[in-house]
């Protein structure tokens, strides 16, 4: 996987989407709680969603343990985002040797914008119901279908660049190849044993401040990048920005938009 964790780190903020989903749809749902809890952010990335967004529901919090699979996302986290109550690690949700430790022993378990990102779902599911005790509760929010993943095929199968990325893994979930819903969602996670409290789909827009920050976001999580020649990658960062654009569009006032089909869900480990 290819981030370029300091890029990433330039966005100011989250986008109104996320921060609608933590302060408004998870406090209706009953996720905050003065309870002395454990919690885990998967896929925490550079740390200030764990830090400014997800920490603060917890007033009584035991400990916060934010992983996340990229290195220099998790170095990054340690020096911009610290607080005592957060232990940022390198672990992988797919490899349950990297979480073994905490299995069983986490009350609350968040992952936002990073089950889109894993090879296979369901076993990521299945880690994140075992890591539970029983009576913890899991939320998720993360894409479906997204003109980011069309554009990084359109972008990745032009004659200047696919010499370069024959071999190269695209990172296009399974919710993308195969048209999922909710529905898959729903049934996959009663499978495994979660009671679901919350789970849809829906399209969702966010308005970003610029081109740049556009830009930097999507590249910056691009996995092509790495496979490219340095005298290419810049080209690369506006082919793919000019692609994504076109399927979204801009804002009345010129600003760029991102639409994303996004499911959002909260189950909870009743045994």
């Not at 999507?218 to 399927?247: A, G, R």
């Amino acid at each position: 996987m290819y981030f370029d964790a300091e890029l990433y780190n330039t966005m100011d903020t989250p986008w109104e989407t996320i921060i609608y989903f933590l302060n408004k749809t998870l406090p209706k749902l009953g996720w905050s709680s003065d309870d002395p809890e454990v919690v885990m952010d998967v896929g925490s990335g550079p740390g200030y969603l764990s830090k400014n967004y997800i920490l603060p529901g917890f007033p009584n919090l035991k400990k916060l343990i934010a992983m996340d699979v990229t290195p220099s996302m998790i170095d990054e986290a340690k020096l911009q985002h610290p607080h005592p109550k957060i232990e940022y690690v390198v672990a992988n949700i797919e490899d349950r040797s990297t979480i073994n430790q905490w299995m069983g022993q986490i009350t609350k378990l968040i992952s936002i914008h990073c089950f889109n990102w894993l090879k296979d779902q369901k076993t990521g599911f299945q880690a994140a119901y075992d890591l539970l005790k029983p009576g913890g509760e899991a939320a998720f929010l993360f894409g479906l279908q997204s003109p980011y993943y069309d554009g990084t095929i359109e972008t990745g199968n032009h004659s200047k660049y696919n010499s370069y990325l024959k071999d190269a893994d695209f990172c296009l979930p399974e919710s993308y190849h195969d048209n999922y819903n909710s529905s898959n969602y729903k049934k996959m996670l009663e499978d495994i044993g979660f009671k679901v409290i919350h789970c849809m789909d829906e399209m969702k827009e966010d308005i970003l401040p610029s081109d740049q920050e556009f830009k930097n976001i999507f590249y910056s999580v691009c996995p092509l990048v790495k496979y490219l020649p340095e005298n290419l990658k810049e080209e690369f960062k506006n082919d793919l920005f000019q692609n994504i654009l076109k399927h979204n569009g801009r804002s009345k006032d010129g600003l760029p938009i991102h639409k994303c089909r996004t499911v959002e869900i909260f189950v909870r480990k009743e045994k």
